[in-house]
T-cell receptor, first 111, second 118 residues
Framework: QKEVEQDPGPLSVPEGAIVSLNCTYS??????FMWYRQYSRKGPELLMY????GNKEDGRFTAQVDKSSKYISLFIRDSQPSDSATYLC???????????FGQGTRLTINP | GAVVSQHPSRVICKSGTSVKIECRSL??????MFWYRQFPKQSLMLMAT?????????EQGVEKDKFLINHASLTLSTLTVTSAHPEDSSFYIC??????????????FGPGTRLLVL
């Protein structure tokens, strides 16, 4: 069993829709949770960074962490074609920088 | 701020040759740099962690004699794939952080280097 599970998709939604992306994990030591966006043939770009449980909002993006369920989510409101990319969740334990990534979900927003 | 560059962006080489990839932090001092490999439609797999001035720490299953990592300064790390073979063809991505190995600092990723070994 992988430490971090993420549905690879692909996921295709119409422009303006609310997108929900999710990851589950098995290691209860994970304390830091991140979402990265990766465009084709590019390096990942940090979108959201959350410590422990709770919600964090940044513009059209909301990250949620439910440590009791070992489940994290990224919501994208008013999705735009420019949001089309692969979204990777990543996490790490307290006091360590080593990131464990999910497989990534390929998202397409159709105009 | 927090820009990381990689060079070259793409390289094609013959089997048996060695390839060097550079990773630079352009506007901050990177105490720690990480090297990842990403196969098509798969996630990033950490290969090794390097701290400036010390030997790199390799992940299980990564051959340290094949993937030589040097972190000679606070802004530069290099990955050399020695005697490359077709199975080494992949997307290599570095990341850099201003924190030490046990601190929690954001990693900033480079744009990646696509290696194709013929």
């Amino acid at each position: 069993q992988k430490e971090v599970e993420q549905d690879p998709g692909p996921l295709s939604v119409p422009e303006g829709a609310i997108v929900s992306l999710n990851c589950t994990y098995s290691n209860s030591a994970f304390q830091y949770f991140m979402w990265y966006r990766q465009y084709s043939r590019k390096g990942p770009e940090l979108l959201m960074y959350t410590y422990s449980s709770g919600n964090k909002e940044d513009g059209r993006f909301t990250a949620q962490v439910d440590k009791s369920s070992k489940y994290i989510s990224l919501f994208i409101r008013d999705s735009q074609p420019s949001d089309s990319a692969t979204y990777l969740c990543a996490m790490s334990p307290l006091g360590a920088q080593k990131l464990v990534f999910g497989q990534g979900t390929r998202l397409t927003i159709n105009p | 701020g927090a820009v990381v560059s990689q060079h070259p962006s793409r390289v094609i080489c013959k089997s048996g040759t060695s390839v060097k990839i550079e990773c630079r932090s352009l506007d901050f001092q990177a105490t720690t740099m990480f090297w990842y490999r990403q196969f098509p439609k798969q996630s990033l797999m950490l290969m090794a962690t390097s701290n400036e001035g010390s030997k790199a720490t390799y992940e299980q299953g990564v051959e340290k004699d094949k993937f030589l990592i040097n972190h000679a300064s606070l802004t530069l790390s290099t990955l050399t794939v020695t005697s490359a073979h077709p199975e080494d063809s992949s997307f290599y991505i570095c990341s850099a952080s201003s924190g030490g190995a046990i601190t929690q600092e954001t990693q900033y990723f480079g744009p990646g280097t696509r290696l194709l070994v013929l």
